[in-house]
Every structure is written in structure tokens, then in C-alpha cells.
């Protein structure tokens, strides 16, 4: 059996408060051993992190949580895949620039002096 990390989900709502996406999380020393403790940064109210929270990675993915994360991932693949399209376009239209030059210059080069004719 292959060691476990100990992988928590974030609780979305601060029990007391109700306020979302202000929990982090916290240490509690306790001599030897270290407690988990959620804090919320709302209101300061700390509640403790529990084997409910677990995240079971093998299982999880088919879950709601994962399902409801991939359209933000497709969102980022895609506005990545935009990026990396401007820059292809503007390597390209640089590449064209340099060719231009490039070509003008060799052709001048090239072209022999009795080969007189005008691009
Ligand atoms: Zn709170």
C-alpha cells in the first residue's frame, strides 16, 4: 500500500459567518502531535479540520467537485491556447517581416548587375 498524503478540501462556507473562500488553514501544537484547525478570516472563528474533509484522490474523479472544476480548466486551456495563437501570429508576422527583408536583400545580392530588372 502506497503512503497517502493527507489531502484536505477547503470548506466552502465558514460555519459561523457563512462567508465563502475565507478559510485557511492552521496549526494547532499540541506537545508531540499538530492539530488541524480551520480559521476562518472573516471572523476570525476556528473550527477543527476533520477526517470529513479527506479527499480521497483516486475516487474523487468522478465526482461533482472535479466535474465542476473542469469547465474553468477547458476556460484556461483555451484562453492559453489564445495566447499561444497571438504569439504564433505575431512569430509568424515578424517571420514574414524578416523573410521580406532577407529575400529583398539576397535577391539584390543574387541578381547579377546585367540582370537589371525592377521587383
Ligand atoms: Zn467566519
Known amino acids: 500500500?502506497?503512503?497517502?498524503?493527507?489531502?484536505?478540501?477547503?470548506?466552502?462556507?465558514?460555519?459561523?459567518?457563512?462567508?465563502?473562500?475565507?478559510?485557511?488553514?492552521?496549526?494547532?501544537?499540541?506537545?508531540?502531535?499538530?492539530?488541524?484547525?480551520?480559521?476562518?478570516?472573516?471572523?476570525?472563528?476556528?473550527?477543527?479540520?476533520?477526517?470529513d474533509h479527506l479527499v480521497r484522490e483516486p475516487e474523487s474523479q468522478s465526482s461533482s467537485t472535479s466535474a465542476g472544476r473542469e469547465p474553468e480548466l477547458l476556460r484556461e486551456i483555451s484562453s492559453l491556447r489564445e495566447a499561444n495563437e497571438d504569439?504564433?501570429?505575431?512569430?509568424?508576422?515578424?517571420?514574414?517581416?524578416?523573410?521580406?527583408?532577407?529575400g529583398r536583400i539576397a535577391s539584390d545580392d543574387s541578381d547579377s548587375p546585367a540582370n537589371d530588372t525592377t521587383h
Open 87 to 102: 504569439l504564433r501570429a505575431s512569430a509568424v508576422r515578424w517571420r514574414q517581416l524578416y523573410d521580406g527583408a532577407i
Open 1 to 51: 500500500m502506497s503512503p497517502q498524503q493527507v489531502t484536505l478540501a477547503v470548506p466552502l462556507h465558514c460555519p459561523k459567518c457563512l462567508a465563502s473562500g475565507w478559510a485557511q488553514l492552521h496549526r494547532n501544537h499540541r506537545g508531540t502531535t499538530i492539530a488541524l484547525e480551520w480559521q476562518c478570516e472573516n471572523c476570525k472563528h476556528r473550527w477543527q479540520a476533520t477526517l
